[in-house]
C-alpha cells in the first residue's frame, strides 16, 4: 500500500540559501504535519494543515513557511538557512479526525 | 501545556528478559497517548494506541491515570525488538502529537 511519500530524501544546502521539501500523504488523507527532528532530538511539531488550510502551528522559525495544494500534497519552504536547521523532517498524514499519524520516511537537511 | 516524559534514554536488557518502557505525561485534558518505534533506518510507525488496548508483537500498555503514566511492556523481549520507542500524548479534539525524548531498547541475545 501507498505511503506517505517525501522528497528529496537527502538535501545539502548552505548557509543563507533557500530549500523546500515535499510531502505526499496516503491518498484519502487530508491532513498533513511537519515535524523536524534535531540529532539525538526528539521529534518537535512545526505546523499542520487540513484541507488546505493551516490547522495548527508549533515551533515553527519565521523563516520558515508551508503549504497544502489542492491535491492535498503539502511543501516546506526554508529560506536563509542556518547549520541549526540540519535535522531530518518528517511528514505524516492523517484521516479527518483521527489521532493516528503515519509519517513518511523523513528528508534529511543538512545546512554547511 | 503538554509534555511527555521518557526518564531513559536507553534501556538495554537480554533476549528473555521482561522490559518495561517508561514514559509519563502531564496534560490538563483528556490524553490519547501513544507508542510510536522507528526500526533502524525506518520511518516510525505506531506501536500501539491506549484506547485499542490491544497487544502488538507482544507489547503492551496501559493509561494509569492517577500516575499519569502510560509504560510500554513485554514479558519476554526478542532481540528484533531493538529500537527506538517514542511515547505521545495528543490532546482529545486534534491530532496534533507531542512526542517524548524516546527510549532507545537494546536486546542482546
Known amino acids: 500500500a501507498a505511503g506517505v511519500i517525501q522528497s528529496p530524501r537527502h538535501l545539502i544546502k548552505e548557509k543563507r540559501e533557500t530549500a523546500t521539501l515535499k510531502c505526499y500523504p496516503i491518498p484519502r488523507h487530508d491532513t ?3 515535524y523536524q527532528q534535531g540529532p539525538g532530538q526528539d521529534p518537535q511539531f512545526l505546523i499542520s494543515f487540513y484541507e488546505k488550510m493551516q490547522s495548527d502551528k508549533g515551533s515553527i522559525p519565521d523563516r520558515f513557511s508551508a503549504q ?4 492535498y500534497h503539502s511543501e516546506l519552504n526554508m529560506s536563509s538557512l542556518e547549520l541549526g536547521d540540519s535535522a531530518l523532517y518528517f511528514c505524516a498524514s ?3 479526525g483521527a489521532n493516528v499519524l503515519t509519517f513518511g520516511a523523513g528528508s534529511r537537511l543538512t545546512v554547511l | 501545556a503538554q509534555r511527555v516524559t521518557q526518564p531513559e534514554k536507553l534501556l538495554s536488557v537480554f533476549k528473555g528478559a521482561p522490559v518495561e518502557l ?4 502531564s496534560y490538563s485534558g483528556s490524553p490519547e ?3 510510536y518505534v522507528q526500526y533502524s533506518r ?3 510507525q505506531l506501536l500501539l494506541r491506549h484506547i485499542s488496548r490491544e497487544s502488538i508483537k507482544g507489547f503492551t500498555a496501559d493509561l494509569n491515570k492517577g500516575e499519569t503514566s502510560f509504560h510500554l511492556k513485554k514479558p ?6 531493538s ?3 517514542y511515547c505521545a500524548l495528543g490532546d482529545s479534539g486534534y491530532s496534533t502529537l507531542t512526542f517524548g525524548k524516546g527510549t532507545m531498547l537494546l536486546v542482546s541475545p
Open chain 1, 32 to 34: 498533513v504535519y511537519w
Open chain 1, 68 to 71: 497544502q495544494f489542492s491535491d
Open chain 1, 94 to 96: 492523517s484521516l479527518p
Open chain 2, 22 to 25: 517508561k514514559c509519563n505525561y
Open chain 2, 33 to 35: 497517548l501513544f507508542w
Open chain 2, 42 to 44: 525506518q520511518r516510525l
Open chain 2, 76 to 81: 519476554f523481549a526478542q532481540e528484533e525488538d
Open chain 2, 83 to 85: 529500537a527506538m520507542y
